[in-house]
């Protein structure tokens, strides 16, 4: 069995991370989140604010001493992160080389794209309001640039960001909004896949009549409806075998058979479980 030898303090005051939303308490966590999300890190990382963390908060001055000067005389962030885990040694070299250079990789990114990425993050996690909010932070800062004349990524990035907009939005089961959303990114980038999202977020807002009258008249469509059912069909057969789908049954079973105490007790966790998970996806 491997033993690993923590570095410095555990702190009680975490260091918030915020282009990913994570708190970490130790210099094991910091090196875990900076190589898992690599890709997503960028310059505001790289700060006083951590190297204060690093000394006052974790006891090691030497590492805060080494890092102090990449930071204030021009330094490049792929050494910062790799002054830090080659310091920790949580990794080996090759994992380390790695790391860096996806850190490197990443920084020929766009501004727009790269915060795309990191809201991307946030939105696959499920915090769907916060992912929101930073989206429309990010389309507000393109069209400012776009305005002053600045150079912007094209217009397929921008069509991304709507399309995750109403990827969000249909996780909040607001199917409104999300048909908007894909609507507009596909008006931007002409993609069949836009499109049939579109469809699928008509398909769960209306009612069985109202859909089939709204796509009698999006003929031109036609070879995308007929899509879109199949992948119904193929969902409602996988949902057949989902333990959520027997999860259901067994609660109608407990109900039906008079097991009402264990029905309610049952209902009281899922409850708090559903009231954890909108908590999560609204950022609280």
Not at 90 to 97: A, G, P, Q
Not at 124 to 142: F, H, P, T, V
Not at 180 to 192: K, L, N, R, T
Request: hydrophobic fraction near 40%.
């Amino acid at each position: 069995m491997r033993t690993c030898v923590c570095v410095g303090k555990y702190s009680t005051t975490p260091y918030m991370i915020t282009e990913l939303d994570v708190n970490v308490y130790c210099m094991e966590e910091l090196c875990y989140t900076i190589k898992e999300n690599a890709f997503l890190l960028d310059k505001k990382l790289m700060g006083d604010p951590l190297i204060d963390w690093i000394g006052d908060c974790l006891g090691l001055v030497d590492l805060a001493k080494a890092l102090y000067p990449i930071v204030h005389k021009q330094g490049s962030f792929s050494q910062f992160i790799e002054t830090i885990l080659v310091y920790v040694g949580l990794y080996d070299s090759e994992v380390i080389r790695e790391v860096c250079q996806v850190v490197k990789k990443s920084s020929g990114l766009s501004g727009v794209e790269k915060r795309k990425e990191q809201i991307d993050f946030l939105m696959e996690k499920g915090k769907y309001m916060i992912a929101l909010r930073n989206y429309r932070l990010l389309l507000a800062q393109w069209e400012e640039a776009q305005n002053q004349g600045k150079p912007v990524p094209d217009q397929g990035v921008k069509a991304a960001i709507l399309h995750n907009m109403g990827v969000a939005y249909a996780g909040m089961l607001s199917y409104d909004r999300a048909a908007e959303e894909f609507h507009e990114a596909y008006q931007i980038s002409g993609d069949d896949g836009d499109y049939l999202s579109y469809l699928a977020a008509k398909r769960f807002m209306m009612r069985e009549e109202e859909y089939l009258n709204f796509v009698s008249g999006e003929m031109e469509h036609y070879n995308l409806t007929l899509e879109l059912e199949k992948q119904m069909e193929a969902a409602r057969a996988a949902f057949e075998q989902h333990p959520k789908k027997i999860q259901l049954e067994k609660r109608a079973e407990m109900k039906n058979g008079g097991e009402r105490q264990l029905y309610y007790e049952d209902n009281d966790l899922l409850t708090r479980a559903l009231k954890l998970s909108y908590r999560s996806c609204m950022g609280e």
